[in-house]
Every structure is written in C-alpha cells, then in structure tokens.
C-alpha cells in the first residue's frame, strides 16, 4: 500500500518536528544545534510505525474478507425467505395501487382504510429488517388523518402514489 510509507514518512516528520520544539522550549528559545543521534531514533521509529501500519492493514484485508464471507453466506442461506417476503409485499402493494392510482389520477378523496392498509404493509415490511432501511416509509399519524382540503391532504396523495408506483 502507498499509504504505508506516506503515513509513516508523515508520523516521522511530527516527531521531528516536536522533539526539535520541546527541546528549544526546554533551552529557552536558545538555537539548539541537531543531534546526529537522534536520526537514527527517528529511522528505527519510522521503521516500526510502516511495519505496523503494514501488519494492520493486512489484519483489516483478512477481518474485511472474513466479514464479507459471512455476509454472503447470510444472504445465500436467507435469499429465497427474502425474496418470497419482497414478493408478497409488492403483491400487496399492488393490490392497493389498483384501487388508489385510479383515485389519485381522478382527483377522488382516497379511502381511509386502503391509505391504513398500505401504512400497515410498509411497517410490517420494515419491522422484518430494522436497522436496514435508511429513510422510512411509514406514513406518521398526522399524515395519515389529513382529509381533502387540510393542508398535509396534498403530501398524503403524493407519498401514496410515491408508494404505489414503485416497481
């Protein structure tokens, strides 16, 4: 890796660097002349920290690896149960978009009990996996009590047909 030498060229060069400012601070402001040993120090030093940040950079490749492996064979064992439970909920989605869309499109009030429905699938939907969806769908109560003409109705038909014309 070039971030090896980079890292370790850089920890090197702060180490001069305030090693040369304590010992001026030490000698008063006195110009201190270098020390010749110091090089040497600073070489083994420089040294441990490159082969260190090579033995941790490998150590994440092989925990990145092994992290990964897990995470495949999670998906495989669990891939049919995923996607038979997409399949539903899409099914059922659907089912809904048939009665809604129509009503949207038609500028029709939209039945409070198909709004719940599809509310209630979303949240089944993301209950399954929490922690895996970043943004929710689930539509909050205020959104979902908003009748025609109030001032969140506008938001509500958007956020279903949003909804309703996934595919």
């Known amino acids: 890796h070039a971030l090896v030498p980079?890292?370790?060229?850089?920890?090197?060069?702060?180490?001069?660097?305030?090693?040369g400012y304590y010992i001026r601070s030490a000698a008063?402001?006195?110009?201190?002349?270098p020390d010749a040993s110091l090089g040497g120090a600073f070489d083994d030093t420089r040294k441990g920290v490159a082969d260190f940040l090579e033995k941790a950079l490998a150590i994440e490749a092989e925990l990145r690896s092994a992290?990964?492996?897990a995470l495949d064979a999670a998906f495989a064992e669990h891939a049919a149960d995923v996607q038979c439970r997409a399949e539903g909920t899409f099914a059922s989605i659907a089912k809904l978009a048939?009665?809604?869309?129509?009503k949207i499109k038609s500028q029709?009030?939209?039945?409070?009990?198909?709004?719940?429905?599809l509310n209630s699938i979303i949240t089944e939907s993301e209950a399954r996996y929490p922690g895996a969806v970043a943004k929710t769908d689930v539509m909050p109560e205020q959104l979902l009590a908003a009748q025609p003409g109030a001032k969140m109705y506008p938001g509500l038909v958007k956020k279903v047909e949003a909804l309703c014309s996934r595919s």
Do not use: N, R
Not at 6 to 19: E, G, K, P
Not at 98 to 102: F, I, Q, R
Not at 108 to 117: D, K, N, S
């Open 6 to 19: 980079a890292m370790a060229a850089m920890a090197d060069d702060f180490l001069q660097t305030s090693v």
């Open 28 to 33: 008063g402001g006195v110009p201190v002349a």
């Open 67 to 69: 992290s990964d492996a």
């Open 98 to 102: 048939e009665e809604l869309l129509p």
């Open 108 to 117: 029709e009030p939209l039945p409070t009990v198909a709004v719940q429905a």
